[in-house]
């Protein structure tokens, strides 16, 4: 079965830097894809950006674009110019292009964006 | 387009009722999926219907259940309600043609059940 760790559970960024939010998998399968969701207080959870494990180019989303390392089954997620908007909690989520099988999430880090 | 929908937003129960759980899809999607979402479980499948079928099941037991009608709405239940069933439980909807392997899923903003 799949498996999606974060090991991050908190982590903190003061606005305008960087931060990046990391995520390993376990598979496998050779295709794929990946996601990270935003869960922000409001509970609503949005997808931020999805990755296509087919596609060797990194996917980016204006300030969000991720590190994608598929031989390393690693999915990281660099937030640039972090904005007071950012504070949530991060899930990265796998799931199989091939079968029809549910999403598979980490267990989220919670980010605070520091004024 | 309108989001996914879910009704009621919030839910106070006792133990041993039932609760039914609604969800609208995006227009023109075609899956439902049920997730809930525990502070000491994290997110955990349910089950997930297309054109009216239970294409996958979580490991839950049965006393959840749903179905998806004509228009892909989709709503679940849980019978015998216990105390570890508080939590919010979530639905996403995706176009995800049948036979097909992953797709976007798009979520709703829960409905967040209190079992007293």
């Known amino acids: 079965a799949q498996t999606v760790t974060q090991s991050q559970p908190e982590m903190s960024v003061q606005e305008a830097e960087t931060v990046t939010l990391s995520c390993t998998y376990d598979?496998?399968?050779?295709?794929?894809?990946l996601f990270w969701y935003k869960q922000p207080p409001s509970r609503q959870m949005i997808l931020v950006i999805r990755?296509?494990?087919?596609?060797?180019q990194n996917a980016t989303e204006n300030r969000f674009s991720v590190n994608f390392q598929k031989a390393a089954k690693s999915f990281s997620l660099k937030i640039s110019d972090s904005q007071l908007g950012d504070a949530a909690m991060y899930f990265c989520?796998?799931?199989?292009?091939?079968?029809?099988?549910?999403?598979?999430f980490g267990k989220g880090t919670r980010l605070s964006v520091i004024a | 387009k309108a989001g996914v929908t879910q009704t009621p937003r919030y839910l106070i129960k006792t133990r041993g009722q039932q609760v039914t759980l609604s969800c609208s899809p995006i227009?023109?999607?075609?899956?439902v999926s049920w997730y809930q979402q525990t502070p000491g479980q994290g997110l955990q499948f349910l089950f997930e219907?297309?054109?009216?079928?239970?294409?996958n099941k979580g490991n839950f037991p049965g006393r959840f259940s749903g179905r998806q009608f004509s228009n892909s709405r989709s709503e679940m239940n849980v019978s015998t309600l216990e105390l570890g069933d508080s939590a919010l439980y979530l639905c996403?909807?995706?176009?995800?043609?049948?036979?097909?392997?992953?797709?976007?899923?798009?979520f709703g903003p829960g409905t967040r059940l209190t079992v007293l």
């Open positions: 990755q296509e494990a087919y596609k060797q």
């Open positions: 219907y297309f054109s009216e079928t239970q294409r």
């Open positions: 227009s023109g999607h075609r899956s």
């Open positions: 598979t496998s399968e050779s295709d794929y894809y």
């Open positions: 989520a796998y799931r199989s292009r091939i079968r029809n099988t549910p999403l598979v």
């Open positions: 996403a909807s995706s176009l995800a043609h049948s036979g097909a392997g992953a797709d976007t899923q798009y």
